[in-house]
């Protein structure tokens, strides 16, 4: 089915009133994106990227009766499944941790020196501390730019801000990360 000729109102209005093949073709004609979106919004591993997306899915067909989307479809799917992943950070209490792994496979670690290695993981640890205790949206803008490699205009229509928003995020966040840890460099 071609991008252009996917009619959401149609197949929303079908999807609600019961019809299992409206589902499938929404399902078909967004998961992908909305997997990759759940990819950038968890931490890694992101295992549980699938089992949130489904979730939202499942949710969705549950309460299709229930649903009132005073936007596009588009855009509520993203919303729901953002939403499921800040519920997801919620119930951990903890934002972006981390993990072992990323601190035992240090980039060229094989031809560093012992010290290098050690002052390497002390600073991304200090860094990763410094990025978690930023304001979530800030967060959530920051590491989708700089980690995943997302354009301001990209990251804008993925989270349904305004492009000065993420312009502003990014800019604070630099700020009070240059200001925490003065050795960091500008760009």
């Given amino acids: 089915m071609a991008r ?6 149609k197949y929303l ?12 073709a929404i399902f078909k004609r ?5 997997l990759q979106f759940t990819k950038v919004l968890l931490p890694y591993p992101t295992d549980e990227a699938e089992d949130v997306v489904a979730e939202m899915f ?8 229930q649903i009132a989307i005073s936007t596009t479809l588009s855009a509520y799917l993203y919303v729901s499944v953002r939403n499921r992943v800040f519920d997801y950070y919620r119930k ?10 990323v601190l035992v496979e240090t980039p060229g670690e094989d031809h560093q020196q012992p010290d290098h290695q050690l ?6 640890i200090q860094i990763q501390q410094l990025i978690t205790q930023l304001p979530p949206q800030m967060q959530l803008v920051f590491k989708m730019h700089r980690y995943e490699g997302f ?7 993925l989270l349904n801000i305004s492009l000065n928003s993420v312009k502003t995020h990014m800019f604070r966040a630099l700020k009070i990360l240059k200001t925490a840890y003065p050795i960091l460099p500008i760009c």
Avoid: P
């Avoid at 252009?4 to 109102?9: N, V």
């Avoid at 354009?151 to 229509?157: K, L, N, R, V």
């Fill in 92 to 101: 951990r209490k903890t934002m972006f941790n981390l993990t072992e792994d």
């Fill in 58 to 65: 499942c949710t969705l067909w549950h309460s299709r009766r």
């Fill in 4 to 9: 252009h000729s996917f009619d959401d109102e």
């Fill in 13 to 24: 209005q079908l999807f609600i009133s019961g019809s299992e093949d409206a589902f499938d």
């Fill in 151 to 157: 354009s301001y205009d990209e990251i804008a229509d």
């Fill in 30 to 34: 967004y998961y992908e994106g909305l």
């Fill in 119 to 124: 002052m390497y993981k002390d600073v991304t």
